[in-house]
């Protein structure tokens, strides 16, 4: 009976690289999107058959599958930015799949959908917090 071949490093990365995907498609739904399971899974696997090398591909990858109208680029491309840089888990991914050291200097300008994708991502984090209370202030302009 011949051994058991050791699963590719793609297919054992494969629950993080899911997860997070599943994750980064919730916030294009809640940001107006129109992204369904049978996208995500397209997602996941193009992502795994792309063999991604850079930051680059990972988001091309994921834009030819996620985005099917002209309209949802910029909140692709915001969420994309806030998504995967603020938890930093791109560098982590691609850090799975290439032996390459990657340039993390990259910057962005601010998008038109920031507030837009910042609002749907963030929503649940601020209905957590109690409300702040606003100091009343009173002004005496007597004899002024």
């Known amino acids: 009976m011949p051994s058991p071949r050791p699963e590719p490093k793609e297919a ?4 993080r690289i899911a997860d997070n995907i599943v994750y980064f498609a919730r916030a294009l739904r809640k940001a107006g999107m129109r992204v369904g399971p049978a ?8 992502v795994l058959a792309a063999g991604i090398g850079s930051r680059d591909d990972f988001y091309w990858t994921l ?8 309209e949802d680029h910029p909140v692709f491309d915001e969420a994309f930015r806030l998504f995967w840089k603020s938890r930093e888990l791109i560098e982590k991914l691609l850090a799975m799949f290439s032996p390459v050291a990657l340039d993390t200097t990259e910057k962005q300008k ?11 991502m963030f929503e ?5 917090q109690p409300a702040r209370e606003v100091p009343e202030i009173e ?3 007597r004899l002024t």
Do not use: T, Y
């Open 63 to 70: 834009h030819a599958v996620l985005v099917s109208r002209h």
């Open 12 to 15: 054992r990365a494969d629950g």
């Open 139 to 141: 002004v005496d302009a």
């Open 110 to 120: 601010p998008r038109a959908a920031e507030n837009r994708v910042s609002q749907a």
């Open 39 to 46: 996208s995500v899974k397209d997602a996941i696997e193009a």
């Open 124 to 128: 649940g984090h601020q209905k957590n």
